[in-house]
């Protein structure tokens, strides 16, 4: 049997469940890491863009996909290659406690969690100054949350855009709540990731929605504390140009994400060439100039396992 066909049954799954001696796949290449929301199967928070993959050119496909507990999930990945998890519910303290036990288990890493409560931050968005003191409030509660993962990085949203004000004004909105949290994250020792979220087929009236705009406040901001998340899914709907922006922007991106378009669902499925973009981030980790992850966050047409395997193949060098 193939580790690839293992990670695929059901008894092979089972097979991982705890296993934290089983030796992972030998890796030299990227270090990824999978969102925590691509467990819960028919219970996924994530949006389904599949519905509009159709007026994109491509048609909808796919299988259901089973739900994992934190100790199979981490298991799977533990066997698969990976490096870390990232952005589970820290907020629900039974969820928190299993992905801890999992982690000390299975010795994966937690690359990110999510502070400001999702996309639409309410009470906490960036781009409007009456919502930063919630904002900040936020950051600190994540910050704990974050130390008890081994966690280094928060994922920040800038909330919706605000209808009668100025692009511009929002903007420098974001930059003035992202330097008030600098203190709080030298204080925790943490890093800020932005993201951005395209506007096109996910999220319309979300505010960040463009890279130029997201580096234009990085610049702005100029502190190692703040970097921006990368999702290269949504970057490629609004911008394209994505090797040469991680190229020439490099210093100012925390976090990688992908996802194929049309439709969110794994590489190669899609217009996307993951393989160059991911051996161009492989390349500036070599360089020194990265250190981050390289997080999966999509809907599969295929089994989760099979996924996990196919991309770990996709993201190895040498």
């Known amino acids: 049997m193939t580790r690839r066909t293992f990670l695929t049954t059901t008894a092979g799954v089972s097979a991982l469940r705890g296993q934290a001696h089983l030796e992972p796949f030998p890796v030299r290449g990227l270090n990824l890491s999978v969102t925590c929301d691509m467990f819960r199967g028919p219970d996924r928070g994530l949006p389904e863009d599949d519905h ?21 999930a981490l298991a799977m990945l533990h066997a698969a290659g990976y490096q870390a998890f990232e952005m589970f519910n820290w907020r629900d303290v039974d969820e928190l406690n299993a992905y801890r036990n999992a982690q000390k288990k299975y010795g994966l890493n937690c690359a990110c969690l999510v502070a400001n409560k999702g996309v639409r931050a309410p009470g906490c968005s960036l781009n409007n100054p009456s919502e930063h003191e919630g904002f900040l409030r936020e950051i600190e509660h994540a910050a704990a949350a974050a130390k008890l993962v081994g966690s280094k990085r928060l994922v920040v949203l800038s909330g919706m855009d605000r209808p009668g004000i100025s692009r ?151």
């Open 52 to 72: 509009k993959a159709e007026a994109w050119g491509r048609p909808t496909q796919g299988v259901r996909q089973r739900k994992y507990d934190p100790d199979s």
């Open 168 to 318: 511009s004004e929002q903007l420098d909105h974001c930059v003035d709540g992202l330097r008030a949290a600098i203190p709080l994250l030298e204080h925790h020792d943490m890093t800020i990731i932005v993201e951005t979220i395209n506007t096109l087929v996910t999220r319309p009236g979300y505010f960040l929605c463009c890279s130029k705009e997201a580096f234009s406040v990085m610049e702005r901001v100029a502190n190692e504390r703040v970097k921006l998340l990368f999702d290269i899914y949504h970057v490629q709907i609004m911008d394209g140009h994505i090797i040469p922006q991680i190229r020439n922007k490099i210093e100012m991106i925390g976090h990688f994400q992908v996802g194929d378009h049309p439709g969110r669902h794994q590489p190669g499925t899609g217009e996307i060439h993951h393989r160059n973009v991911f051996r161009q981030i492989y390349n500036l980790q070599q360089a020194g100039k990265f250190d981050g992850y390289v997080g999966l966050e999509y809907h599969p047409t295929v089994p989760l396992g099979q996924t996990l395997g196919a991309v770990r193949e996709l993201a190895n060098f040498g």
